[in-house]
């Protein structure tokens, strides 16, 4: 019987050599949301150059931009850069990528395509590739209108594996002694380095061998099999798989089996790399009464004062103050789901918006609004992350992150999808 592949060579799009790629590539577009600041500068650095700026939604936008006119844009503007030739494609390959992130470690990774057959983002699913954590089902449908009639596809989707000997990714580094870079480069706004070289047709088939392996192992070890967990991009990814699902009723099962929509294109990393580092999330809330606020979670989830850190406890800041709690009455495992299943329903009951945080100095500076209240919170171990999901299903939405902003994945590689 012939075994199942869980990551797709693809033809890969890349800038060709007369674009400046430190201003093609921007960062994923759910970052710095409540920093219009950091987009403008991305806007004005971008103008009149290629770039995937043009390509992208920042959703920093998504309520201050017409949507449909946007979307339209974008679409329109995939198709020139095809017609003006901005992309050189690099056929039926994997790209080994290095990421050099703001303190100097580096985070390693393979480019290729993942089928979306092998993915599920409902709850208690049991395929090989999982959400982490919750998939907001209302953040979904206007992702989809931004993809279903797109012509590229510009991932920001990282896929975990969990690879503790570390024998997979990291020895495709042995390359770099061999081959000249596909790319090579400064990221914009001091975001560190990428770069990339194609992985040689023998080391594929090698690396197609490893993920059987340890597919094998996952299902020997675990009730419930599941060779990559989806670390960032979840709602993109989770996005394309609707896309394809929609796609399915219209087309023979013949036509399916090479369509590139069932196909999407990630960076697949090691759990155990060196470089990841998994921050917690942190809840700022706008337009709020910060001392009602306060008073409601205290009611709901039993706060009492707490000095030091632990399970359950986390901070409460606000312009003039931070204090420490801990939850007394706690609606999940997870610190994270607790406060959050309680700020859903206290803005469903008394408004406010909520935005998610990397980095508790911004928490602070953002603080400093009125009517503006802070929560910082712990953040779970990278070791819990594949039992918690396999045992419990995916996490609370916004759970952690791999790194601070400035370490997300840029956009740079690109893929046809129609």
């Known amino acids: ?9 693809a033809d890969i799009l890349l800038p060709n050599k007369q674009i400046d790629l ?10 710095y949301t409540s920093q219009p600041d950091y987009w403008q500068r991305v806007k004005q650095s971008t103008q009149h150059v290629p770039s995937a700026y043009h390509l992208i939604f920042p959703e920093v936008d998504l309520n201050t931009q017409p949507f449909a006119k946007k979307i339209n844009e974008i679409n329109q503007q995939m198709e020139q850069y095809l017609k003006d030739c901005v992309f050189d ?44 954590e919750e998939t907001v089902l209302e953040r979904i449908p206007p992702r989809v209108q931004i993809r279903k009639n797109a012509c590229l596809e510009l991932p ?27 790319y090579e480069f400064e990221l914009m706004e001091q975001s560190g380095t990428l770069s990339g070289w194609k992985i040689p047709a023998q080391q594929i088939e090698q690396l197609q061998t490893a993920l059987q392996d340890l597919a094998q192992i996952t299902i020997s070890n ?17 996005a394309a798989k609707a896309c394809y699902e929609e796609l399915k009723h219209t087309l023979s099962k013949e036509e399916l089996k090479n369509h590139p929509a069932r196909y999407a294109l ?50 409460y800041q606000t312009k003039d103050k931070q204090l420490h709690y801990t939850i007394g009455n706690p609606f999940h495992s997870l610190i994270v789901g607790s406060l959050q299943h309680c700020l859903d329903q206290y803005i469903l009951e008394f408004g406010g918006t909520i935005d998610y945080i990397h980095g508790e100095s911004v928490v602070a500076q953002l603080c400093q609004q009125p009517n503006t209240a802070g929560l910082i919170l712990p953040c779970i171990q990278k070791s819990e992350l594949f039992p918690t999901v396999i045992k419990e299903g995916s996490l609370p939405r916004k759970t952690f992150s791999m790194g601070e902003a400035c370490d997300k994945r840029f956009y740079l590689e690109a893929r046809k999808i129609r």
Do not use: W
């Open 1 to 9: 019987m012939k075994q199942p592949l869980f990551l797709y060579p």
């Open 266 to 315: 990630v960076e697949i990393v090691n759990l155990h790399d060196n470089s990841l580092v998994f921050e917690a999330i942190h809840r700022v809330v706008f337009d709020v009464d910060t001392e009602h606020l306060l008073h409601y979670l205290t009611q709901t989830l039993h706060l009492a004062p707490k000095s030091c850190v632990c399970e359950q406890s986390f901070i």
């Open 89 to 132: 494609t690099i056929f039926n390959s994997l790209i080994y990528v290095e990421r050099t992130l703001k303190n100097g470690s580096i985070r390693k990774g393979i480019i290729g395509m993942i089928d979306l057959e092998q993915y599920d983002y409902q709850k208690g699913a049991q395929s090989s590739i999982r959400a982490t």
């Open 156 to 182: 920001h989707i990282m896929l975990l594996m969990d690879n503790p000997k570390q024998n997979i990714i990291e020895p495709l580094g042995q390359i770099k002694s061999k081959h000249l870079p596909l």
């Open 222 to 238: 675990q009730e419930q099999s599941m060779l990559f967990a989806v670390g960032d991009g979840n709602h993109s990814l989770a």
């Open 22 to 31: 430190s201003k093609f590539s921007v960062i994923a577009c759910d970052q």
